[in-house]
């Protein structure tokens, strides 16, 4: 089967009552239980999903992935979108397949979400559809890998 890893950002872990309006009532927890669960019935792939407040964490599972037999990465940064060059460096030296996901649309947000450091090093970004972003990137993932 083959092996897709899911990290989210900082703040990610508050999801379901973080700003419900912005951001959905759905919690990580669940997102991450039907992404475990779309992966294997759906696409033949096992998903690995982890979330961390701590950018060099983050960074650890990035390089780690493509050793740890990763074939693709779906990543939400959250607010490390828009101030993390560390992240994009990461994404662009393991070369694996990459998707940013957001539950919101940063651009019809205020102005400094607008910027996103690793949109140039990944496939795509999926963004604006709340808890289905994530179930629309593993479907563009499966496709890739």
Known sequence: MRKVL?????????????EPAVYGTAT????????????????DLDVHCMQSNHEGQLLDWIQAAPRDG?????????GLTHTSIALRDALAAVALPAIEIHLSNPH??????????????????????GADSYYLALRAVSRLV
């Open 108 to 129: 019809a947000r205020e102005e400094f979400r607008h910027r996103s450091y690793v949109a140039g090093v990944v496939r795509g970004t999926i963004a604006g559809f």
């Open 28 to 43: 990580l927890a669940h997102i991450d239980e039907e992404l475990r669960r779309m992966g294997r019935a759906e696409f």
């Open 70 to 78: 990763f074939k693709a990465i779906l990543l939400n940064p959250g």
């Open 6 to 18: 899911v990290l989210n950002g900082p703040n990610l872990n508050l999801l379901g009552s973080r």
